[in-house]
């Protein structure tokens, strides 16, 4: 990295899923497994949360998106853990010569209730990134695709600081 090299970056990530038919789907979200809710339609366990992340921090840094690291049409990662994905974009991150200073995200959703669980949301999140990251959920208000129940959205932000040299 060059002297002349900017010491912070943001990056920006978004992900959006719809329910799944196949009642047999898990939704999981930031980690979490939600009993009793329909699942999401992905190639990974889609998890919105994770996905919209790993791409904040993946653009923050320069180095693509989740789609260029683990595309969908690689069935190496059919089913995939995507806090598994998550941890692998944190690590080409510092790699890279970057530290995680924080995450924050919002969540698009009309249910499930993100409040009972977001603390351990944001600490299971928190632990595979190695910095804080904040959750947040925001209703559609029946507006749209999200509002009318047919999927989740979320938003995320990454700040990232250039780690000494």
């Known amino acids: 990295m060059s002297a002349l090299a900017p010491r912070l970056r943001i990056g920006q990530g978004f992900d959006v899923h719809p329910f799944s038919p196949d009642p047999s789907r898990p939704l ?87 409040a009972p669980v977001r603390e351990a949301m944001q600490d299971r999140l928190g632990a595979v990134v190695g910095a804080p990251v904040s959750v947040k959920a925001k209703r559609a208000e029946k507006l749209g695709a999200i509002g009318r129940s047919e999927g989740i959205a979320c938003f995320a932000v990454a700040l990232l600081v250039a780690e000494a040299t």
């Open 28 to 114: 999981v979200l930031g980690g979490i497994v939600f009993d009793g809710h329909a699942g999401l339609v992905g190639h990974s366990d889609a998890d919105a949360v994770a996905h919209a992340i790993t791409d904040a921090l993946l653009g923050a840094a320069g180095l693509g998106d989740i789609g260029h690291h683990f595309p969908d049409t690689d069935p190496t990662w059919k089913g995939a853990d995507s806090l598994s994905l998550l941890a692998a974009a944190s690590a080409l991150v510092r790699a890279d010569g970057w530290s995680i200073a924080n995450v924050d995200c919002t969540v698009v959703l009309e249910a499930p209730k993100l």
